[in-house]
């Protein structure tokens, strides 16, 4: 019989992840079939553009798991939700996870805060205990529904493999194939995930993270046995380290109709959940525009997915950039390419877009974003931006940017001196100014740092990870 393995796949990132690198191809070639899961509305789509003999492409179901969240039992699984991820082990930075408790707090609607004090005490009490952890994990298997049992039944994977260990809503299909005996693993997608969401939403096997910074964070905050998390690096970079995606220069400029006697400035927006980003912006705009930098320059702006979400305040700020654009000759914009469905902006689509953006700035911009690494693997001088909005978002949760130092991933930036942080404007200026005089200062750091936060720097992850996905094939637990 056909080995087969099931992947899902329910995010822009994960869809790098998996298809854009050597993961699923490796898989493929070692005469696994592979069983893609993802965006319902998205198949067909996803299938004309990857599709090959062997990659079987799947819907996800997500409005049928989307259903059975709201209609079995919903306060009881949001709060069983809320808990997984404010409940990870007080022996690692909890910084990032403490923002989010903040902002559901401020955010709950009346019944909840009415209950914020009693799940505070539960919070408390599982950064304490292992033991309460263990149990959290097991209550969350009262919500298995039966969603994927044809597609078990079809074609009897050996493994089933998730973007995230059931932080999302590969919750139900992680807990059925383990309700099934199938053993099951995940891999971390994106920086900040070890430290930001906790516990497991879901009894999973084995996971594959970044770097040893990841695993300690995975075994410490999350109880994962040392033996169950492998270190693979990270595949979604093995095209930047390869410069498989890379646009020549002089094509890039054009295309953004940049000038190439002007250095160029990049800007990703970030965090904006959080705290609008249109007063960093501003700040580089006026830069720009008014010659105060070393070197004559121009800005280019990424706006951020969530710019683009039925969400009131991000679409005014995505106009607020715009308009700057429109206003300043040296002002320019770029918008991440949608693929659809609920994966939206977060496509993967435009790589050779981001790798370009980054590999040919002169400095690169962002607020402690991932991009902070991938312009780092660029070996692009990197200032992240914390100029704290005087507004903030009005009549919503926002967090200073000045206050998010602390945060894991922000704190090693930091720390590891790959880089440069302002605060005010003219400490913006300072630090661009600093770069635009001699790109190649802290070069060693920047080395340094993508070494330790990816690992592996020879575009040889994705690889990797196949190979042990492929290891764990028909092995239990």
């Known amino acids: 019989m056909t080995k087969r393995i099931f992947i899902s796949a329910d995010h822009g990132l994960a869809i790098v992840y998996f298809l854009q690198s050597d993961v699923v191809s490796g898989m493929l070639e070692a005469g696994v079939e592979v069983v893609l899961l993802t965006d319902d509305a998205l198949v067909e789509r996803i299938r004309e553009r990857f599709g090959r003999d062997g990659l079987i492409i799947e819907g996800l179901r997500l409005d049928k798991a989307q259903e059975y969240f709201r209609s079995q039992s919903n306060a009881l699984q949001w709060w069983l939700d809320f808990l997984r991820r404010a409940g990870a082990s007080k022996r690692i930075n909890l910084e990032a996870v403490e923002s989010y408790v903040s902002q559901v707090k401020a955010e709950a609607h009346s019944r909840r805060k009415l209950l914020f004090p009693f799940m505070q005490l539960l919070v408390a009490i599982l950064r304490r205990s292992r033991g309460a952890r263990q149990l959290l994990i097991a209550a969350q298997r009262r919500f298995t529904p039966d969603l994927y049992s044809d597609l078990f039944e079809r074609y009897q994977p050996e493994l089933v493999v998730a973007s995230t260990p059931g932080w999302r809503w590969d919750r139900y299909l992680l807990r059925q194939a383990s309700a099934r005996g199938i053993p099951t693993a995940s891999v971390i997608v994106g920086w900040d995930n070890s430290s930001s969401y906790s516990l497991p939403g879901a009894d999973v ?169 991938e312009a780092s693997v660029h070996q692009r001088p990197v200032v992240s931006a914390c100029i704290d909005s005087p507004v903030g978002w009005p009549g919503k949760f926002t967090l200073p940017l000045s206050k998010i130092g602390d945060w894991p991933t922000h704190s090693r930036f930091r720390d590891s001196g790959a880089g440069k942080l302002a ?55």
């Open 423 to 477: 605060f005010t404007s003219a400490e913006l200026e300072d630090a661009l100014n600093y770069y635009l005089d001699d790109e190649a200062v802290d070069i060693a750091a920047r080395k340094a740092f993508i070494e330790n936060e990816c690992s592996f720097i020879d575009g040889s992850a994705g690889k990797r990870t196949a190979e042990y996905l492929l290891s764990r094939m028909g092995k239990t637990a």
């Open 205 to 373: 096997d084995w996971i594959t993270c970044w770097s040893e910074l990841q695993k300690e964070e995975l075994m410490r905050g999350s109880d994962w046995e040392k033996e169950r998390v492998h270190v693979g690096g990270i595949p979604s970079y093995d095209g930047y380290f390869n410069e498989r995606w890379l646009i020549p220069k002089k094509d890039y400029f054009k295309v953004h109709k940049l000038d190439s006697k002007r250095k160029l400035i990049s800007y990703a927006s970030s965090f904006i959940t959080f705290s609008p980003n249109i007063q960093n912006i501003e700040a580089l705009a006026n830069l720009v525009s008014d010659d105060r930098l070393a070197q004559p320059s121009q800005l280019l702006v990424r706006l951020h997915p969530n710019h683009f979400l039925d969400v009131e305040r991000f679409a005014a700020e995505r106009e607020q950039i715009r308009k700057l654009a429109e206003k300043y000759a040296h002002v320019h914009v770029v918008e991440p390419v949608p693929l659809g469905g609920s994966l939206g902006h977060y496509s993967g689509e435009d790589m050779p877009e981001k790798a370009s953006m980054m590999a040919h700035s002169d400095v690169f911009v962002t607020v402690y974003s991932t991009m902070v690494v």
